[in-house]
């Protein structure tokens, strides 16, 4: 029986993903930053695991409690919608220490166990913006972008080794937090300086507008096939609103 470890799972694309790989039959480390119950099914064969991916003493202590690993789900993320210019400094490295650097630390301390054995998958999840051209996610945008690209390099690095790197590009989903937030007509962050207020509620009014979404169910399936892939495709668009997006790139 093999073991994903997913991270990010309190919620959205985490936690639905949690579920669906446990409805398959597989054993499930599921992670949080804060563990709570009534999240997700009690059983043997799934185990919520406190794990903050910007910290490294946090990630070593959840792999110790996971054990033999199969799979990284790299999901973990926080959203940032707004203006870049009202984006202090310390927002953008508080978005990229979580989406880019958090990635790349989980990955960086389950490659010597996948290497070792030669096998392993490492999916991240990044998001349909990188497919597109969306104002207001600039900070964001750039976050997963980088991930995109560290994902392609790092696969021919891995590949060797017999271990595996692709990547999940979700698209919008109003019940994940970036979709709440955008769907509140503007950014909770307070990151939309007045002269920018009308272009930017034009962009929120025009995303709450579209007719395509993405359900987190989507996303989980799309994880799972990634997963089970064995084409060498690198890039995933879940979604039908990302698979049109990723039809016309």
Request: include cysteine.
């Given at each position: 029986m093999k073991t994903v470890l997913i991270t990010g799972t309190s919620s959205g694309y985490g936690r639905e993903t949690a579920r669906y790989f446990h409805e398959q039959g597989w054993n499930?480390?599921?992670?949080?930053?804060?563990?709570?119950?009534?999240?997700?099914?009690?059983?043997?064969?799934?185990?919520?695991?406190?794990?903050?991916?910007?910290?490294?003493?946090?990630?070593?202590?959840?792999?110790?409690?996971?054990?033999?690993?199969?799979?990284?789900?790299?999901?973990?993320?926080?959203?940032?919608?707004?203006?870049?210019?009202?984006?202090?400094?310390?927002?953008?490295?508080?978005?990229?220490?979580?989406?880019?650097?958090?990635?790349?630390?989980?990955?960086?301390?389950?490659?010597?166990?996948?290497?070792?054995?030669?096998?392993?998958?490492?999916?991240?999840?990044?998001?349909?913006?990188?497919?597109?051209?969306?104002?207001?996610?600039?900070?964001?945008?750039?976050?997963?972008?980088?991930?995109?690209?560290?994902?392609?390099?790092?696969?021919?690095?891995l590949a060797p080794f017999g271990v595996q790197a692709k990547t999940v590009e979700p698209g919008a989903c109003l019940t994940t937090n970036f979709g709440r937030r955008a769907t509140n007509?503007?950014?909770?962050?307070?990151?939309?300086?007045?002269?920018?207020?009308?272009?930017?509620?034009?962009?929120?009014?025009?995303?709450?507008?579209?007719?395509?979404?993405?359900?987190?169910?989507?996303?989980?399936?799309?994880?799972?096939?990634?997963?089970?892939?064995?084409?060498?495709?690198?890039?995933?668009?879940?979604?039908?609103?990302?698979?049109?997006?990723?039809?016309?790139?």
């Amino acid at each position: 029986m093999k073991t994903v470890l997913i991270t990010g799972t309190s919620s959205g694309y985490g936690r639905e993903t949690a579920r669906y790989f446990h409805e398959q039959g597989w054993n499930v480390i599921a992670t949080m930053r804060t563990p709570h119950t009534g999240v997700l099914p009690e059983s043997d064969r799934l185990r919520v695991v406190e794990l903050d991916v910007t910290e490294p003493g946090s990630i070593s202590a959840a792999l110790e409690a996971a054990g033999p690993v199969d799979v990284l789900v790299n999901n973990a993320g926080v959203p940032s919608i707004g203006v870049f210019e009202g984006t202090p400094m310390a927002r953008v490295r508080e978005v990229f220490e979580t989406n880019t650097f958090g990635v790349m630390a989980m990955t960086q301390a389950v490659l010597p166990r996948f290497r070792e054995r030669g096998s392993g998958v490492i999916v991240n999840v990044t998001s349909s913006v990188v497919l597109g051209h969306m104002p207001l996610t600039a900070v964001y945008k750039a976050s997963k972008m980088a991930v995109e690209g560290f994902t392609a390099s790092l696969a021919l690095e891995l590949a060797p080794f017999g271990v595996q790197a692709k990547t999940v590009e979700p698209g919008a989903c109003l019940t994940t937090n970036f979709g709440r937030r955008a769907t509140n007509g503007g950014s909770p962050d307070d990151l939309v300086p007045a002269p920018y207020a009308a272009f930017a509620k034009k962009v929120m009014d025009e995303f709450t507008g579209q007719d395509l979404y993405t359900r987190e169910g989507d996303v989980a399936e799309t994880v799972w096939r990634a997963v089970h892939d064995t084409t060498g495709q690198l890039r995933f668009p879940a979604g039908a609103d990302a698979v049109r997006l990723a039809q016309a790139k």
